[in-house]
C-alpha cells in the first residue's frame, strides 16, 4: 500500500469505498482518464516528469461513442456508468489505482506520486495555497473552454445519471465536490454565460498576474530551478488558454512575459 496523499490530507479511498472490485486486483500504476481533460493531462505530465510507468485506462467523457488509442471504440458518458462511479464518487477524472489502492481528484493524485517517488522533487511545503487556487479555477477553465466550443453542455440525461451514482459523503473533504459539478453542469445549461466567462477570465488574468509578481526575473519556473507540479498545472492551463482556444476567447498573456516564458519552456 502506497503513502497517504498531503495535498488536502484527503486519504485514499478506503478498501470498502471502492464497489468496483476488479480494480482491487490490479498491480502497478494505473490511470483513469480522458485526453481533453485539463486535470488528466496534468497528472499525465506529471508521471512523465517522474519517470514512472503506467497503464492508460482511457474514460469517454463525451456524449457520443469515441475512438481511444488502439482504436477502441468507447461508449458516451462511460464516467455515469456504475463501473467507473465504483471507483470515482463524484464521476470525474482522472482517477490513480496503485497496487488496488485507488487515489481520486488530481491534486491529491500528484501529492500521493510525490510521497511514492519524491526523486525528481516536485511539489515544495510552500505549494499548498498556489495548488489550491489553481484547483479553484478548474470550474472557470470549464466555463471558457465549453463557452468557446460553442458548447450547450453536458446532456441533461447524463448529468442525472451522474447525480444518482455519486456518493457525497466520498466527493471532497467537505463532501461537495460531486454536487457542485451537478450544479455547475445544470446553471451551465440554463444561464446567460457571457458575464460568467468574462469572471472567468478576470479570475485566471488576476492569478497569471499574481503568479508573474512572485517569479524572480532570472526564474523560468514557478517552482526555481527546476519545473514542479505548479508549473504542470499552469502549463496544461496556458496551453489551452493561449494556444488551443480561439484568440480573445481565453487568456492575454500581454504584461505578463514570465508566464510567457513558461508556456514557451515548457
Given at each position: 500500500?502506497?503513502?497517504?496523499?498531503?495535498?488536502?490530507g484527503?486519504?485514499?479511498?478506503?478498501?470498502?469505498d471502492?464497489?468496483?472490485?476488479?480494480?482491487?486486483?490490479?498491480?502497478?500504476?494505473?490511470?483513469?482518464?480522458?485526453?481533453?481533460?485539463?486535470?488528466?493531462?496534468?497528472?499525465?505530465?506529471?508521471?512523465?516528469?517522474?519517470?514512472?510507468?503506467?497503464?492508460?485506462?482511457?474514460?469517454n467523457?463525451?456524449?457520443?461513442?469515441?475512438?481511444?488509442?488502439?482504436?477502441?471504440?468507447?461508449?458516451?458518458?462511460?464516467n455515469t456508468?456504475?463501473?467507473?462511479?465504483?471507483?470515482?464518487?463524484?464521476?470525474?477524472?482522472?482517477?490513480?489505482?496503485?497496487?488496488?489502492?485507488?487515489?481520486?481528484?488530481?491534486?491529491?493524485?500528484?501529492?500521493?506520486?510525490?510521497?511514492?517517488?519524491?526523486?525528481?522533487?516536485?511539489?515544495?511545503?510552500?505549494?499548498?495555497?498556489?495548488?489550491?487556487?489553481?484547483?479553484?479555477?478548474?470550474?472557470d477553465?470549464?466555463?471558457?473552454?465549453?463557452?468557446?466550443?460553442?458548447?450547450?453542455?453536458?446532456?441533461?440525461?447524463?448529468?442525472?445519471?451522474?447525480?444518482?451514482?455519486?456518493?457525497?459523503?466520498?466527493?471532497g473533504?467537505?463532501?461537495?465536490?460531486?454536487?457542485?459539478?451537478?450544479?455547475?453542469?445544470?446553471?451551465?445549461?440554463?444561464?446567460?454565460?457571457?458575464?460568467?466567462?468574462?469572471?472567468?477570465?478576470?479570475?485566471?488574468?488576476a492569478?497569471?498576474?499574481?503568479?508573474?509578481?512572485?517569479?524572480?526575473?532570472?526564474?523560468?519556473?514557478?517552482?526555481?530551478?527546476?519545473?514542479?507540479?505548479?508549473?504542470v498545472?499552469?502549463?496544461?492551463?496556458?496551453?489551452r488558454?493561449?494556444?488551443?482556444?480561439?484568440?480573445?476567447?481565453?487568456?492575454?498573456l500581454?504584461?505578463?512575459?514570465?508566464?510567457?516564458?513558461?508556456?514557451?519552456?515548457?
Amino acid at each position: 500500500r502506497g503513502p497517504t496523499p498531503t495535498y488536502r490530507g484527503m486519504p485514499v479511498l478506503d478498501p470498502k469505498d471502492v464497489l468496483t472490485e476488479e480494480v482491487k486486483a490490479w498491480k502497478g500504476l494505473h490511470l483513469l482518464h480522458f485526453v481533453g481533460s485539463s486535470c488528466s493531462q496534468k497528472v499525465r505530465i506529471f508521471l512523465l516528469e517522474k519517470g514512472l510507468e503506467w497503464e492508460s485506462h482511457e474514460v469517454n467523457l463525451r456524449g457520443v461513442p469515441y475512438e481511444a488509442a488502439g482504436r477502441v471504440v468507447l461508449p458516451a458518458h462511460q464516467n455515469t456508468q456504475e463501473w467507473f462511479l465504483g471507483i470515482s464518487p463524484t464521476g470525474m477524472v482522472p482517477v490513480l489505482v496503485h497496487d488496488g489502492v485507488v487515489v481520486i481528484e488530481s491534486n491529491d493524485i500528484l501529492g500521493y506520486l510525490e510521497a511514492l517517488c519524491p526523486n525528481p522533487p516536485m511539489i515544495r511545503p510552500d505549494d499548498a495555497p498556489l495548488l489550491q487556487q489553481e484547483d479553484d479555477l478548474h470550474l472557470d477553465l470549464r466555463m471558457i473552454s465549453f463557452h468557446a466550443g460553442g458548447s450547450a453542455g453536458k446532456d441533461p440525461d447524463a448529468v442525472a445519471a451522474l447525480e444518482r451514482g455519486m456518493r457525497p459523503g466520498l466527493c471532497g473533504p467537505n463532501g461537495q465536490d460531486g454536487p457542485q459539478q451537478v450544479a455547475w453542469f445544470r446553471q451551465y445549461a440554463a444561464g446567460d454565460r457571457g458575464a460568467a466567462v468574462a469572471q472567468a477570465q478576470a479570475r485566471f488574468r488576476a492569478a497569471a498576474e499574481g503568479l508573474e509578481a512572485r517569479v524572480a526575473d532570472s526564474d523560468t519556473w514557478l517552482s526555481g530551478g527546476a519545473p514542479g507540479a505548479l508549473d504542470v498545472a499552469w502549463f496544461v492551463y496556458l496551453y489551452r488558454l493561449v494556444r488551443v482556444l480561439p484568440e480573445g476567447a481565453g487568456l492575454s498573456l500581454e504584461g505578463l512575459p514570465r508566464m510567457q516564458r513558461l508556456l514557451e519552456a515548457a
